[in-house]
């Protein structure tokens, strides 16, 4: 069963390391987009090993950019306040701490939800039913 308990409301997200995000909810809308931004930007990016890392970045800075509203607890070298711009908001993800947290914070739930999907139900009677037994075929 799927629960529609996901936030629908902006929301704040402690981070870690002083840092709180005021976040737009995580909405179906809101992660197109993100993804879209994000193919466009890595399009020339390198093959191999190295590309799904900055795939995965460039969607994270892209759903950053469009879900952070406001912050906490995030300054300049001189700890000065600093507002919130896409480049502040890209350079605050490049900090892999920060980026992970939020990854986790923000996408967690709805990959929770998307999860849930996937789970199969009990059958019937409780029990699965038996595939053909291939061990009697088996030579000795």
Request: hydrophobic fraction near 45%; glycine fraction near 8%; charge should be negative.
């Amino acid at each position: 069963m799927i629960r529609l308990d996901l936030k629908r409301e902006p929301h704040w997200l402690d981070l870690g390391h002083g840092v709180r995000l005021h976040v737009r909810p995580c909405t179906t809308a809101l992660m197109m987009a993100a993804r879209a931004e994000a193919q466009r930007a890595t399009i020339a990016s390198p093959s191999g090993s190295e590309a799904a890392g900055i795939r995965t970045a460039g969607l994270i800075k892209a759903l950053a950019r469009l879900a952070v509203l406001d912050w906490d607890g995030v300054g300049d070298a001189a700890g000065n306040a600093v507002s919130v711009t896409p480049e502040n908001v890209e350079a605050l993800m490049d900090l892999w701490p920060i980026a992970s947290a939020f990854e986790s914070a923000y996408l967690g739930p709805a990959l929770l939800l998307d999860a849930e999907k996937n789970a199969s139900g009990p059958a019937p009677n409780g029990t699965s039913a038996a595939g053909p037994s291939t061990a009697a075929a088996a030579p000795r």
